[in-house]
């Protein structure tokens, strides 16, 4: 990925100053920021892929997809409340390291 940015430009979210706890301002991120950033989340959908197999049906409530249009029909599946809890610690972890990350 060369930019994240249409045609390669910042937009109005881009500063060089602090953003503070709530930025409104982002800075610009190099090649290797870039890299990873997207490691991060090729990993995370990679786990969360792996943690919503446990139980597709509330792996797909997350993903905000109806029972009828999941597809699985597993005779087995594992505590939803758990998976649905073990993905939103996983949502918060990678935002955590992202924030960091672009700090």
Same mark, same amino acid.
């Given at each position: 990925?060369?930019?994240?940015?249409?045609?390669?430009?910042?937009?109005?979210?881009?500063?060089?100053?602090?953003?503070?706890?709530?930025?409104?301002?982002?800075?610009?991120?190099?090649?290797?920021?870039?890299?990873?950033?997207?490691?991060?989340?090729?990993?995370?959908?990679?786990?969360?892929? $792996?943690?919503?197999?446990?139980?597709?049906?509330?792996? $797909?409530?997350?993903?905000?997809?109806?029972?009828?249009?999941?597809?699985?029909?597993?005779?087995?599946?594992?505590?939803?409340?758990?998976?649905?809890?073990?993905?939103?610690?996983?949502?918060?972890?990678?935002?955590?390291?992202?924030?960091?990350?672009? $700090?």
């Amino acid at each position: 990925m060369a930019s994240i940015y249409e045609n390669g430009q910042p937009d109005a979210r881009q500063s060089d100053g602090p953003g503070g706890l709530f930025r409104k301002r982002y800075r610009q991120l190099d090649a290797e920021e870039i890299a990873q950033h997207d490691h991060i989340k090729d990993k995370a959908h990679e786990l969360a892929q $792996a943690i919503g197999a446990l139980n597709p049906v509330a792996y $797909a409530r997350i993903l905000g997809v109806t029972e009828a249009h999941t597809g699985y029909r597993m005779e087995k599946t594992y505590d939803g409340a758990g998976v649905t809890l073990a993905l939103r610690h996983l949502e918060d972890a990678v935002y955590r390291a992202v924030k960091a990350l672009t $700090a």
